[in-house]
């Protein structure tokens, strides 16, 4: 489509529009991970957090004006934004505004997606910006979305919505929908107990991204009609798409893919704590689909300033080292055996420990004679010498929680250590 190739036509498009990132989820799925933090503010991929990607999305979309809705235990992503976010200049009309659940037009807290997005109608209002791109804050890819509104505007769409394929097994958690030729949706069913799979391709749904754009006059005349429905849940999912499908507004499907070989492209839900120790490992590989050292398109973040990574000791019996291993900035192995796994900053493994398939977050200080294998340790954990977590996933069930696939889960809590702060 020849439009999509003109840059200048696309700028305007992403200036004339405001981003509004949905970050006050629970992620109950991540267990005890999200126990004292909201998901966006759950660490990934080393340095960063899960918000960062939809940030950085809008910043290298060249979309400047961005909010941030937030609600549950909100604390330490709050702190991340403001201390990662503030460069923009608000005086060119840039900024990353957090909004958190003020109750500004209801007596009650967020109800559903859609209520999120009615409750700050007075804030969309006052940007006059002519889209409004909608962003799922906890999901992990890199995406575009100039390309996208591109689409949009091409198709006169009053809604259109960011999809991928999904295995069908495991389509269930999303939205599912189907399209026509043009790529008109002609069906949408939030989280379907059986879905449906895509023509031609039985193993697969076609999924929501949870990303959606708007013309911004049918987005609050939606979010209106919506908030005078008494039978509604208030979700763009359950209410607000079902509904446009139904009136036969033009509702449009834009289908995610790699410019370069027009494959879907990357892009994870990272809700189940399988599911995140799998996409923080992928990261490893040679050439992982998530290219954190893509230079075209950063992913930004606030990191602490801290000292190289140290590996120190080099005996028969006690080598720091690492192997097939992605370390951050601050971490000190010191004698210990490193396999496979990522370390977020600040750990400390000490002497003739060995850590295999694990994924260890923040100040995290492992003991001496430690085993560590498929394992995902929280921010902050102490692990006394010689803990053995990993080779038996009954006697790990009694201290700490086991995904269906075999994945331990270790907190501070259920190590009898307190940290309900600066999660």
């Given at each position: 489509?020849?439009?999509?190739?003109?840059?200048?036509?696309?700028?305007?498009?992403?200036?004339?529009?405001?981003?509004?990132?949905?970050?006050?989820?629970?992620?109950?799925?991540?267990?005890?991970?999200?126990?004292?933090?909201?998901?966006?503010?759950?660490?990934?991929?080393?340095?960063?957090?899960?918000?960062?990607?939809?940030?950085?999305?809008?910043?290298?979309?060249?979309?400047?004006?961005?909010?941030?809705?937030?609600?549950?235990?909100?604390?330490?992503?709050?702190?991340?934004?403001?201390?990662?976010?503030?460069?923009?200049?608000?005086?060119?009309?840039?900024?990353?505004?957090?909004?958190?659940?003020?109750?500004?037009?209801?007596?009650?807290?967020?109800?559903?997606?859609?209520?999120?997005?009615?409750?700050?109608?007075?804030?969309?209002?006052?940007?006059?910006?002519?889209?409004i791109i909608i962003l799922a804050g906890d999901h992990v890819y890199k995406m575009d979305y100039g390309t996208m509104l591109a689409q949009h505007v091409e198709n006169n769409a009053d809604?259109?919505?960011?999809?991928?394929?999904?295995?069908?097994?495991?389509?269930?958690?999303?939205?599912?929908?189907?399209?026509?030729?043009?790529?008109?949706?002609?069906?949408?069913?939030?989280?379907?107990?059986?879905?449906?799979?895509?023509?031609?391709?039985?193993?697969?749904?076609?999924?929501?991204?949870?990303?959606?754009?708007?013309?911004?006059?049918?987005?609050?005349?939606?979010?209106?009609?919506?908030?005078?429905?008494?039978?509604?849940?208030?979700?763009?999912?359950?209410?607000?798409?079902p509904s446009a499908i139904t009136k036969k507004d033009r509702i449009y499907a834009y289908p995610f893919m790699e410019a370069i070989n027009n494959k879907p492209g990357y892009w994870r839900?990272?809700?189940?704590?399988?599911?995140?120790?799998?996409?923080?490992?992928?990261?490893?590989?040679?050439?992982?689909?998530?290219?954190?050292?893509?230079?075209?398109?950063?992913?930004?973040?606030?990191?602490?300033?801290?000292?190289?990574?140290?590996?120190?000791?080099?005996?028969?019996?006690?080598?720091?080292?690492?192997?097939?291993?992605?370390?951050?900035?601050?971490?000190?192995?010191?004698?210990?055996?490193?396999?496979?796994?990522?370390?977020?900053?600040?750990?400390?493994?000490?002497?003739?420990?060995?850590?295999?398939?694990?994924?260890?977050?923040?100040?995290?200080?492992?003991?001496?004679?430690?085993?560590?294998?498929?394992?995902?340790?929280?921010?902050?954990?102490?692990?006394?010498?010689?803990?053995?977590?990993?080779?038996?996933?009954?006697?790990?069930?009694?201290?700490?929680?086991?995904?269906?696939?075999?994945?331990?889960?270790?907190?501070?809590?259920?190590?009898?250590?307190?940290?309900?702060?600066?999660?």
């Amino acid at each position: 489509m020849m439009i999509k190739d003109n840059t200048r036509f696309v700028s305007k498009l992403t200036k004339d529009t405001l981003a509004l990132i949905l970050a006050g989820g629970r992620g109950s799925r991540l267990k005890e991970l999200t126990e004292w933090r909201a998901k966006p503010a759950v660490p990934f991929g080393g340095t960063c957090r899960i918000i960062d990607f939809p940030l950085s999305n809008c910043l290298n979309s060249g979309i400047r004006q961005i909010g941030v809705l937030t609600q549950y235990k909100a604390h330490s992503l709050i702190r991340h934004v403001q201390k990662g976010w503030g460069f923009l200049r608000g005086e060119f009309g840039e900024f990353v505004e957090l909004l958190p659940a003020q109750q500004r037009m209801e007596n009650s807290w967020y109800l559903g997606t859609a209520d999120a997005v009615y409750q700050n109608l007075d804030i969309i209002r006052s940007h006059h910006a002519e889209y409004i791109i909608i962003l799922a804050g906890d999901h992990v890819y890199k995406m575009d979305y100039g390309t996208m509104l591109a689409q949009h505007v091409e198709n006169n769409a009053d809604l259109t919505v960011g999809c991928i394929p999904v295995p069908l097994a495991e389509a269930s958690e999303f939205g599912v929908m189907s399209i026509d030729d043009q790529h008109r949706i002609q069906c949408f069913d939030e989280k379907p107990p059986q879905p449906q799979a895509m023509p031609f391709t039985p193993d697969k749904a076609l999924a929501s991204m949870g990303i959606y754009i708007f013309k911004t006059q049918y987005l609050i005349e939606q979010l209106i009609q919506d908030a005078d429905c008494e039978q509604s849940s208030h979700d763009f999912g359950h209410d607000i798409i079902p509904s446009a499908i139904t009136k036969k507004d033009r509702i449009y499907a834009y289908p995610f893919m790699e410019a370069i070989n027009n494959k879907p492209g990357y892009w994870r839900d990272v809700g189940t704590i399988d599911s995140y120790w799998r996409a923080n490992l992928e990261l490893i590989g040679v050439t992982p689909e998530l290219n954190l050292y893509d230079k075209h398109w950063p992913i930004w973040t606030y990191q602490e300033q801290v000292p190289p990574a140290k590996f120190v000791f080099n005996e028969k019996n006690r080598k720091g080292m690492a192997v097939d291993s992605m370390i951050a900035g601050g971490c000190i192995i010191s004698g210990a055996h490193i396999q496979h796994s990522l370390l977020f900053n600040n750990v400390t493994i000490n002497a003739c420990s060995r850590i295999e398939d694990a994924v260890i977050l923040p100040d995290v200080v492992v003991g001496e004679n430690c085993r560590i294998k498929r394992a995902v340790i929280d921010k902050g954990c102490i692990i006394s010498d010689a803990t053995i977590i990993g080779d038996n996933i009954e006697t790990d069930a009694q201290r700490f929680y086991v995904s269906p696939e075999g994945i331990v889960l270790v907190t501070p809590d259920m190590l009898g250590q307190s940290l309900h702060h600066g999660r």
